[in-house]
């Protein structure tokens, strides 16, 4: 009965210390900002797209969340472990007398359309990802260390301004 007792506590103390040892392998960079800010020119010359009548202007641009462009994690770049996105938002700044009358964020790589509502200036808009599309959008940032995305929508004349896509993550690197 002993000789169980004290093997039952070594099995324990064994399978708690590959924890310990595999927790001194790896670290957490918490809250790490993503992001990319591009420049939107919404104009009716350009994009030949506005009938008579009409006063919405659309506009389109694709952009890339990289990786690579963190200086928190470049040196990790080939051991990154494991990743959480908390949170997906759209920033819109820089916008003069027009109004943006829709928003819409696609990933084309995991098929996924949002658009975003209501909108505002200069106030972070949070894209309403579920937690599994939240997963599956930081697993293909973990795997291709990029992500593209499309931002479209119309703005109600022909304007200029800005918008920033910013992921929050956690990433787990490993460091020895």
């Known amino acids: 009965m002993k000789n169980l007792t004290k093997l039952l506590v070594l099995l324990v103390l064994g399978f708690s210390s590959c924890d310990k040892i595999n927790d001194l392998n ?14 939107i020119q919404a104009d009716v010359i350009k994009s030949g797209q506005v009938k008579s009548g009409e ?14 462009t963190i200086s928190e994690i470049q040196k990790y770049m080939s051991h990154l472990e494991d ?3 908390t ?12 109004l943006i009358s829709k928003l819409q964020v696609t990933i084309p790589s995991l098929d996924y359309t949002f658009n975003i ?7 972070a808009l949070k894209v309403s990802f ?13 795997e291709d260390k990029s992500l593209v995305i499309i931002l479209s929508g119309t703005v109600e004349q022909a ?7 910013t992921a929050l993550a956690n990433i787990e690197v490993e460091i020895l």
């Open 130 to 142: 579920t937690s599994d599309q939240l997963n599956e959008i930081a697993n293909s940032l973990l």
């Open 159 to 165: 304007e200029t301004f800005n918008i920033e896509t």
């Open 55 to 68: 006063t919405d202007v659309p506009f389109s641009k694709t952009i890339t969340l990289d990786l690579s």
């Open 26 to 39: 790896t670290k957490e960079i918490s809250n790490v900002e993503i992001s990319e800010t591009v420049t």
């Open 87 to 98: 949170s997906l938002t759209c920033k819109i700044t820089d916008l003069g007398e027009g």
């Open 83 to 85: 990743m959480d996105i």
């Open 117 to 123: 509502s209501p909108l505002s200036i200069d106030e």
